[in-house]
């Protein structure tokens, strides 16, 4: 069964096809980045507005690369949340209208299960009996969470971020010192070098006996990354001038320590308190190479597997929502096409 996926959820404009689920057959994105970059983030106006310019051309270029037509796809898959929704409505419009024009089924699918299922979309992915259940660290700009898959389709949200996601955090730190945007790529490359142990920046959350806990998940599985944003402006606004050279290199690379191991530390919690067959992490942030190394360090500690999702779909794509879309249509769980985008659309039983 082949799909054709669309992503617009904020500033990557994708399309892709995907045959029976884990087979990429193609997969276009046009990066929005310089764009936004002079901005120092995403402006939803502008991403909405080049999704319109951009989204026809790139899904010709998905189809003509996966060497399929409109006629030859058997249904259509999108994001309908969450996300930006001016961005979300570009694309669920544009598929609803293929839809309708072409008499192929429409499949709505949460931005954040594509994630997760990204994990599956390579040659030597585990299988779902290998799989599950699986604890998923989700780290991307919008979103950082801890979540129990106990089958496909089957969540159990165990943490979430209080605040500011980790590649939020990244973002604003790279901000701080005046480094650019994207933040993530940034702050990995200055930080080459440096001693992560230089500047003992926060954890988020490692202060147990501050406040009442009002969050209904548990605060040792949950993140927060607003204090150390905080931090890091504070150590810069006490220097007497702008960090340059190794004293950059330290600072990026503390930060960068900082933000993996609040990541780190709570896999391992979870990992302590749930039996599960492997762990997985998914989303931009995941191509962080500290991450990735420390999660590696993790899984031979607990001598549970560690599935990552392979690079060209770690960032926003098109090809991991045609995938959990197939999945919907294996298990007979199509049902109504959603009505409209739901920019707070949250992990949910199928």
């Not at 406040?211 to 209904?216: L, V």
């Not at 420390?294 to 995938?323: E, Y």
């Amino acid at each position: 069964m082949k799909i054709l996926g669309i992503e617009t959820s904020c500033d990557e404009t994708a399309a892709a096809v995907v045959e029976d689920g884990r087979t990429v057959l193609s997969n276009a994105v046009y990066s929005q980045i310089a764009k936004h970059r002079p901005y120092g983030g995403v402006v939803p106006e502008i991403a909405s507005r080049n999704h319109v310019a951009k989204l026809p051309g790139i899904i010709e270029e998905a189809l003509e690369s996966a060497g399929e037509s409109y006629e030859s796809i058997d249904a259509l898959a999108v994001t309908y949340g969450p996300g930006l929704a001016s961005s979300l409505l570009i694309g669920f419009s544009a598929a609803k209208t293929l839809s309708q024009r072409l008499g192929k089924p429409l499949i709505g699918v949460n931005h954040h299960e594509g994630h997760l299922h990204s994990i599956f979309m390579k040659e030597d992915a585990l299988t779902e009996d290998a799989a599950f259940p699986m604890l998923g660290l989700m780290v991307s700009g919008g979103d950082s969470s801890l979540v129990l898959m106990h089958k496909t389709g089957q969540y159990e949200l165990l943490g979430s971020t209080i605040d500011d996601a980790a590649g939020e955090a990244l973002d604003k730190a790279a901000a701080v010192l005046n480094l650019g945007y994207p933040g993530g790529p940034i702050i990995q490359k200055t930080a080459e070098g440096g001693d992560p142990n230089a500047v003992r920046f926060p954890r988020g959350l490692d202060q147990s006996d501050r406040g009442k806990w009002i969050y209904k998940y548990d605060r040792n599985l949950c993140f927060s990354f607003s204090g150390l944003k905080t931090s890091l402006l504070t150590f810069v606004k006490n220097l007497d001038h702008a960090p340059e050279g190794d004293e950059l290199r330290d600072i990026c690379a503390s930060y960068q320590e900082a933000v993996t191991d609040a990541l780190t530390i709570r896999v391992d919690r979870a990992l302590d308190l749930f039996s599960v067959k492997s762990f997985a992490c998914a989303g931009g942030v995941s191509l962080n190479r500290i991450l990735r190394e420390k999660l590696t360090a993790l899984s031979a500690k607990k001598g549970t597997p560690l599935l990552l999702s392979p690079p060209s779909l770690c960032t926003d794509n098109a090809a991991m929502i045609a995938g959990v879309a197939y999945e919907k249509v294996r298990l007979g769980l199509t049902g109504e096409e959603p009505g409209d985008v739901n920019p707070n659309l949250r992990l949910a039983n199928w």
